[in-house]
């Protein structure tokens, strides 16, 4: 389930995960068209290579870089292709950092002491990976609409909706599975659909 790039792409509100049927709801609706897995669903080999190629474009010092900034360990990878592999399956996977979440919780108490927009434009532009998206596939521009969303962005302070996160984008979207049959999940997930406009 793809809410990890949500949030990582909001604290950075960063999440993509694997399309699924969970509580009703699919996940690549949840995350826009900008979502790598919402292209996956409709033609994954193509797409999947298309993101390899992507990665094989780039320098080495790139691709362990944005492997850095996904917490993806490289060590031992020594040739530009198995890290470009590396770089495309944590893409594909929509994983990232878990510490965003907590980044995103000291931002959000800071701002309550002191009032400024809810995404500083120059910290999204640092953010955005070599694909021109956050972690997880959100565009900037997207990003900074739904941090408007005073709705939405209380979602993403609920402990429950950020523990979801944390374990998608730490271990993936199977990782977190279990906690998608919450009632409380499933409905802050149709909020955040309902929101989102999708």
Do not use: W
């Not at 292209?39 to 492997?67: G, I, Q």
């Not at 309550?112 to 532009?125: E, G, L, R």
């Not at 565009?139 to 939405?152: A, F, R």
């Amino acid at each position: 389930m793809p809410l990890p790039l949500l949030l990582a792409s909001s604290a950075f509100l960063l999440p993509t995960v694997q399309p699924r049927q969970c509580a009703g709801i699919h996940a690549a609706a949840i995350f826009g068209p900008r979502s790598l897995h919402a292209r996956l669903c409709t033609e994954p080999a193509a797409d999947e290579d298309a993101t390899y190629e992507a990665c094989m474009r780039m320098r080495v010092s790139e691709l362990k870089a944005e492997l850095d900034l996904r917490k993806q360990s490289y060590e031992g990878v020594m040739e530009k292709d198995e890290l470009a592999r590396m770089l495309a399956d944590a893409r594909s996977q929509g994983l990232a950092d878990p510490d965003i979440v907590d980044s995103f919780n000291k931002a959000n108490l800071e701002n309550a002491y002191n009032p400024q927009p809810a995404v500083d434009p120059d910290a999204v532009a640092e953010a955005v990976a070599s694909d021109g998206g956050l972690p997880g596939g959100m565009s900037p521009e997207t990003l900074m609409k739904l941090t408007q969303d005073p709705e939405l962005m209380a979602m993403l302070r609920n402990p429950k909706m950020q523990d979801v996160m944390k374990k998608v984008m730490s271990s993936g979207p199977e990782a977190a599975a279990e906690m998608m049959a919450d009632p409380d999940v499933a409905e802050m997930l149709e909020k955040f659909k309902a929101a989102t406009g999708q």
